[in-house]
């Protein structure tokens, strides 16, 4: 059984920075593709980003592209979510996923369907004052 949980999350003004890190833990295997979502109350699950750990290969959902980066610690089993720049629409429950098998591939890019995992954390709120 795969575990994964997140930290790092909390309140922050327009602008500044915060980084999440999504520690994976597992009996007999530890994933193979993690991933960052978040979520609003009444809105569906958002892809933020993702990475497959084998070769580091990274995607991102569109609204975080050249904000957000995601990156891995193999030695800690750790990903981290660096957000820079942030915005109040950042403002969201932040969950990370994780699955033992490739990330899924849509047109040679990762892809970010919450469906394709089936480990999920327990989340980590952002919120982003103006």
């Known amino acids: 059984q795969v575990e994964v949980v997140e930290s790092g999350g909390g309140s922050v003004q327009a602008g500044e920075s915060l980084r999440l890190s999504c520690v994976a833990s597992?009996?007999?295997?530890?994933?193979?593709?993690m991933a960052w979502f978040r979520q609003v109350p009444g809105k569906e699950r958002e892809g933020v980003a993702v990475?497959?750990?084998?070769?580091?290969?990274?995607n991102y959902g569109d609204s975080v592209k050249g904000r957000f980066a995601i990156s891995q610690n193999s030695a800690k089993n750790t990903v981290y979510l660096q957000m820079n720049n942030l915005k109040p629409e950042d403002s969201a429950m932040y969950y990370c996923?994780?699955?033992?098998?490739?990330?899924?591939?849509?047109?040679?890019?990762?892809?970010?369907?919450?469906?394709?995992?089936?480990?999920w954390g327990q989340g980590t709120q952002v919120t982003v004052s103006s």
């Open positions: 990475l497959y750990k084998a070769d580091g290969s990274t």
């Open positions: 996923a994780a699955t033992r098998w490739r990330c899924a591939v849509v047109h040679g890019i990762l892809d970010l369907d919450p469906k394709t995992y089936n480990v």
């Open positions: 597992g009996d007999d295997y530890l994933p193979n593709c």
